[in-house]
């Protein structure tokens, strides 16, 4: 069982940066899964942000590209989210996720807050 733990949303002006984290636990093969970021704003679907597979292949949603970057270090089981020029669109709960085969996992979720 995998668990994910995401850590460092909060409240940003617009224009702003922020880095989210992600750590993993529970499995001695985190390097095999695909790991990213999704995020939830109030009245909406679930939506991919970013995701960084095995190979360090990524893939954005199209209103992050050019904004966020995601990635990985294997060796401490951690998974990034930089997220520069933030909007207030970007306002949401972000999950960080984990999957491998069928296995497929999610943390609690972090809160990114853009308000002036």
């Known amino acids: 069982q995998v668990q994910l733990v995401e850590s460092g949303g909060g409240l940003v002006q617009p224009g702003g940066s922020l880095r989210l984290s992600c750590a993993a636990s529970?499995?001695?093969?985190?390097?095999?899964?695909?790991v990213g970021w999704y995020r939830q704003a109030p009245g909406k679907q679930r939506e991919l942000v970013a995701t960084i597979s095995s190979d360090r292949s990524t893939n954005y949603g199209d209103s992050v590209k050019g904004r966020f970057t995601v990635s990985r270090v294997n060796n401490q089981k951690m998974v990034y989210l930089q997220m520069n020029n933030l909007n207030p669109e970007d306002t949401a709960v972000y999950y960080c996720?984990?999957?491998?085969?069928?296995?497929?996992?999610w943390g609690q979720g972090t809160q990114v807050t853009v308000s002036s």
């Open positions: 529970g499995t001695t093969v985190f390097r095999d899964y695909g």
């Open positions: 996720n984990a999957k491998l085969t069928r296995d497929d996992y």
